[in-house]
């Protein structure tokens, strides 16, 4: 191998994964853009009157995101030993940094505000956990097959 190509060869390996990065639009709001579904672990709630103190709860749900980080959708939670809550709706905000995490911010119909961390894994899956010591969480959430939001790549 003459020095000519090990020259190309070596700039392709190290520009490969940058072009790559680029084509993959990176890590940005606007990249999530899309319907998305999500399942929490078990998690332990203290949300007070009229929720039984310190019991498990776990949700699933499904929710849309704009280019601009505007979320919106509904969930089903079970609480332990108390009750089923189908159809919470839900709004927030989600943002996401260059290097991949985030947070998601948002307010239920019932009241409840939160915001949690966030990383996204790929361009179809993020890991969330919430940052209320009190209302433990953790969960995933996967975009929807097909899913795109139309506006995703116009120009703001």
């Known amino acids: 191998m003459n020095k ?3 020259t190309f060869l070596l700039a392709g390996m190290i520009l490969l994964p940058t072009a790559q990065a680029l084509a993959d639009g990176g890590c940005s709001t606007r990249s999530i ?3 998305w579904m999500f399942a929490t672990g078990i998690g332990r709630q203290s949300l007070g009157p009229p929720f039984p103190e310190d019991k498990d709860i776990t ?3 499904i929710f849309s995101v704009d280019r601009h980080g505007n979320a919106a959708g509904t969930f089903d939670a079970t609480v332990q ?3 089923f809550i189908p159809g919470i709706a839900f709004t927030g905000s989600v943002a996401i ?3 991949c995490t985030g947070t998601l911010t948002f307010v239920t119909t019932a009241g409840t505000a ?5 990383v996204l894994v790929n361009k179809r899956e993020i890991l969330g956990m919430t940052q209320d010591p009190l209302n433990l969480w953790t969960y995933q959430m996967r975009k929807l097959s097909g899913s ?3 506006n995703h790549d116009a120009e703001d």
């Open 4 to 6: 000519l190509t090990t």
């Open 114 to 118: 939160r915001t949690d961390s966030i």
């Open 33 to 35: 853009a899309g319907k």
């Open 81 to 83: 030993d108390f009750t």
């Open 148 to 150: 795109r939001d139309r």
């Open 59 to 61: 949700a699933i749900g």
């Open 97 to 99: 940094n260059p290097d």
